[in-house]
């Protein structure tokens, strides 16, 4: 994990990289599917990490207002994701197991067309998730 690329878009958005942000940063990425906020602090705790729950949800938040993490929501499940780009992107969720795939590409102005012919309004932002089954899941 880049410890540089986190310091920088900390430095960037001027928000104070704590140690126990670091270190939940660090944990999520280094993990090889999504994990819920309960599933990151047992790792943590098992580490010795002494970060309380509360941290590791509002440091998740933080993350992901910051667009550096992805907040997999899938019926009752929430699960957090580290992005591998910093670009814009959008991803897909798989509704059986979880797991999150990231699309690098984004091919909405079209569609942004559209909306300001109908709307009038001027698109600057847009959310977009995907969901379906993985590869693993569809057989
Ligand atoms: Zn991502
Ligand atoms: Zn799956
Ligand atoms: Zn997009």
Excluded at 7 to 20: A, C, D, G, T
Excluded at 21 to 46: D, F, H
Excluded at 62 to 83: D, P, Q, R, T, W
Aim: with cysteine; glycine share 4%.
């Amino acid at each position: 994990m880049n410890t540089e690329f986190l310091k920088n878009i900390f430095r960037e958005k001027k928000f104070r990289l704590s140690h126990p942000r670091l270190l939940i940063y660090q944990e999520l990425s280094s993990a090889e599917k999504p994990l819920s906020p309960q599933e990151l602090y047992q790792k943590l705790l098992k580490k010795k990490r002494r970060i309380g729950l509360t941290s590791v949800y509002r440091s998740l938040d933080l993350f992901e207002s910051m667009g550096i993490v992805f907040k997999a929501v899938n019926g009752s499940s929430v699960k957090y994701k580290a992005c591998e780009s910093e670009d814009h992107h959008h991803h897909i969720v798989c509704k059986l197991c979880g797991r999150v795939a990231e699309l690098d590409f984004c091919d909405i102005s079209s569609w942004s067309e559209k909306v300001r012919e109908s709307t009038g309004f001027e698109v600057t932002d847009h959310q977009l998730n995907f969901y379906g089954y993985c590869k693993a899941c569809k057989s």
